[in-house]
């Protein structure tokens, strides 16, 4: 095929891969979502675009890169697990339809860094650009609809749809449009701070740190006086942002950080005591090869998942899935050490989203939600397919 006909293919899929992502999204915000509502559409789109991407992953060029090895074989050995475990009740729809999102995101990521070398930076900007906004119509809509008919058990109504946000952002924060660019922050920091999530918060806190001090490393030019200045006008802008959301939604944002200690992080200890004990009773065969998808969850005292990914892994998949998980988080900083030391411009942006990453995965979750790692997929996979275009890339 030639190189014009992969273009509009991959424009063509981008549109698709937006479109699946506004579908999680709007699952993640009906928190009362009745299964007999559940959308069969929805599952036809997504199978459909899983054997799409399926189909030109055998007939493209594939990247055989140590993290995408590690980061592919960590979530087919879930899916391994996963389907070992299906003696639960699940039902056949139920169980291929998770299977399908688990290794969707190992296509997407080889999908978006083929979508570097073929869509030009201009006109891939022009389809995020769009598809966020896409999204962030969606968002509003069903945002009003849950709120309007308190779909919420909670007295705020606190959604994790946000962080989807959070994840995918990046993508503009390449963009040379400045307009673009410290728009999408803006917009991305709006989101994760009206949603009350204080892990969200922490994340963005962390991730524009690193990003920018990543960046005075890459370009070298400033001096430590502008720096200053810099990092000063970062966390006004945050202060702003905070003080403004707090008074517009009566103070309950700086009411949820006061409440830290008191609530110890919404109950988190329970939950982690809880699920140490899960894992304690286990088992030896159970603790090498796990108890399946979503374990902690439906088996924890608290009836709330581990809120740790490495703790929710050992329950849920075994030692063996930890190990490997943990590979992916050592060959991801590997990966983007050696982007620092190359002085990539991509190394910023990568910094933000390890961060996210691994900030998130310690005091909530990642790979519960498959919609978060088909995120993070899309975002790795365009950042390393730009990067694997520079002459001094080094595998």
């Known amino acids: 095929m030639s190189k014009t006909l992969f273009r509009y293919i991959e424009i063509f899929i981008m549109s698709l891969i937006f479109y699946y992502l506004n579908f999680e999204m709007v699952s993640m915000m009906r928190v009362k979502f009745d299964e007999a509502t559940s959308n069969s559409s929805v599952f036809y789109f997504t199978t459909i675009l ?19 090895i590690l980061f592919s074989v960590c979530l087919f050995y879930i899916v391994l697990i996963t389907l070992l475990h299906l003696d639960r009740g699940d039902s056949v729809y139920h169980s291929f339809y998770l299977v399908v999102r688990l290794i969707l995101p190992i296509l997407l990521f080889q999908n978006l860094f ?3 070398s073929y869509i030009d930076s201009k006109t891939f900007n022009i389809y995020v650009v769009v598809g966020i906004l896409y999204m962030l119509y969606n968002y509003n809509i069903n945002y009003q609809y849950v709120i309007f008919n308190q779909l919420f058990v909670e007295d705020e109504f606190r959604t994790s749809a946000n962080y989807i946000f959070l994840y995918l952002g990046p993508l ?13 922050m803006i917009i991305v920091t709006v989101l994760l701070v009206t949603s009350l999530k204080r ?22 030019k400033s001096d430590i006086i502008t ?9 006004i802008f945050f202060v702003i942002v905070a003080v403004y959301a707090n008074e517009k939604m009566g103070g309950v944002i700086f009411e949820r950080f006061a409440s830290i200690l008191s609530d110890k992080g919404s109950g988190r200890d329970k939950v982690y005591k809880a699920t ?11 603790f090498l090869f796990g108890h399946g998808w979503n374990s902690v969850v439906l088996k924890s005292k608290a009836n709330l998942s581990a809120h740790n990914d490495l703790l929710e892994v050992l329950y849920d998949f075994g030692v063996f899935a930890l190990l490997l998980y943990l590979f992916v988080w050592i060959e991801l900083v590997k990966y983007f050490r050696s982007m620092i030391r190359r002085n990539s411009k991509y190394a910023p942006v990568m910094a933000f989203t390890i961060v996210s990453f691994l900030v998130n995965s310690m005091v909530a979750h990642v790979l519960l ?19 694997y275009q520079t002459k001094n890339y080094i595998k």
Not at 227 to 235: E, H, M, N
Not at 276 to 286: A, K, P, Q, V
Not at 369 to 387: L, N, R, T
């Open 114 to 116: 083929n979508a570097a």
């Open 369 to 387: 939600y498959p919609s978060y790692i088909a995120s993070f997929a899309i975002v790795w996979g365009y950042i390393i397919g730009k990067d």
């Open 276 to 286: 140490f004990d899960l894992i304690i009773n286990t088992d030896f065969t159970s």
């Open 50 to 68: 899983f054997f799409l991407l399926l189909f030109l992953y055998f007939f493209r060029h594939n990247l055989n890169l140590r993290f995408q």
């Open 227 to 235: 720096k200053a200045l810099k990092l000063g006008a970062i966390f």
């Open 172 to 184: 503009l924060f390449l963009s040379n449009n400045k307009l673009i660019k410290y728009g999408s």
């Open 199 to 220: 892990g969200g918060m922490i994340c963005l806190g962390f991730g524009f740190i690193s990003y920018y001090i990543v960046n005075e490393m890459i370009q070298k």
